[in-house]
Structures are given as structure tokens and as C-alpha cells.
């Protein structure tokens, strides 16, 4: 087992996870977000961080199963699309449906386009660096 390969997997996902996050919630969709009546004034960065490096990980063995091997971008993509379905349908669509929203259609465009930028670029990106260490 090549520990490095799930170290890198998991600061990959902290650092692209982070990034599209961040930038979603605090700068293109800064106002959505701060229309929501639930939402955290001041976000508990520990709790996300945490979150963070638990998936990362988890995230880096399925991805080395899921792989079987064979580390291409075009592999890279297909699971951030599994891994979409998966992590991205519960808020973009469950928590719209539990949670008194101002617009759900908002709502799931922003939280879609969001988680599957994420996914995708960080499949992309542990594919990548699979690769590379694989060599």
C-alpha cells in the first residue's frame, strides 16, 4: 500500500473542495447563500476541515479500487461523476426539500454546478496524481 498516494488523494480533495467551496459560497454566490435563513453567520471552519479529511480519504481508497489500475483522465472523470451522484444529490436536492429555501431552483443550480465542478476536477486531479506516483 502506497501511503502517499492516499495523502496526496486526500489534500487534493481538502484544497479543491475548499477552493470551489469558498469561492462559491463567498464570492460568485455570496448573496444566495446569504439570503438563507439557516445559514451560519460565522462558519465553523474546524467541522468543514474535519468533513473534509474524512472524505478525502475515504474518497482516495475507493478511487485506487474504483481505478483498478488504470489512471487516465478520462477515468478520473467518470468517478468525480459517481462521486457527484452520490455527495452532490443530498444538497442539492434533499435539503431544498427539508429546508424552507427562498428558491429551489436557484438552490439546485448553485449547489449542482458547485458539487460538480468539485468532483470532477478532483477526479481529474487524483487521477493525475495516482499516475504519477504509480510510475
Known amino acids: 500500500m502506497n501511503m502517499k498516494k492516499y495523502i ?4 487534493t ?5 475548499f477552493i470551489v467551496q469558498t469561492t462559491s459560497h463567498f464570492i460568485i ?11 451560519r453567520k460565522e462558519v465553523i471552519f474546524p467541522l468543514g476541515f474535519l468533513t473534509m479529511t474524512l472524505q478525502g480519504i475515504v474518497l482516495s481508497f475507493l478511487f485506487n479500487l474504483y481505478s483498478n489500475g488504470q489512471f ?6 467518470y468517478f468525480g461523476l459517481i462521486i457527484s451522484a452520490l ?4 444538497p442539492t436536492f ?10 429551489i431552483g436557484l438552490w439546485i443550480i448553485v449547489e449542482g454546478i458547485a458539487g460538480l465542478i468539485q468532483f470532477c476536477i478532483y477526479g481529474i486531479l ?3 496524481i495516482f499516475k504519477k506516483i504509480k510510475k
Open 29 to 39: 454566490n455570496q448573496e444566495h447563500y446569504e439570503s438563507i435563513s439557516f445559514m
Open 126 to 128: 487524483i487521477s493525475l
Open 72 to 77: 487516465n483522465i478520462k477515468k478520473g472523470l
Open 94 to 103: 434533499t435539503e431544498p426539500a427539508k429546508y424552507q429555501v427562498t428558491n
Open 8 to 11: 496526496l488523494g486526500t489534500l
Open 87 to 90: 455527495f452532490v444529490s443530498y
Open 13 to 17: 480533495f481538502i484544497i479543491v473542495t
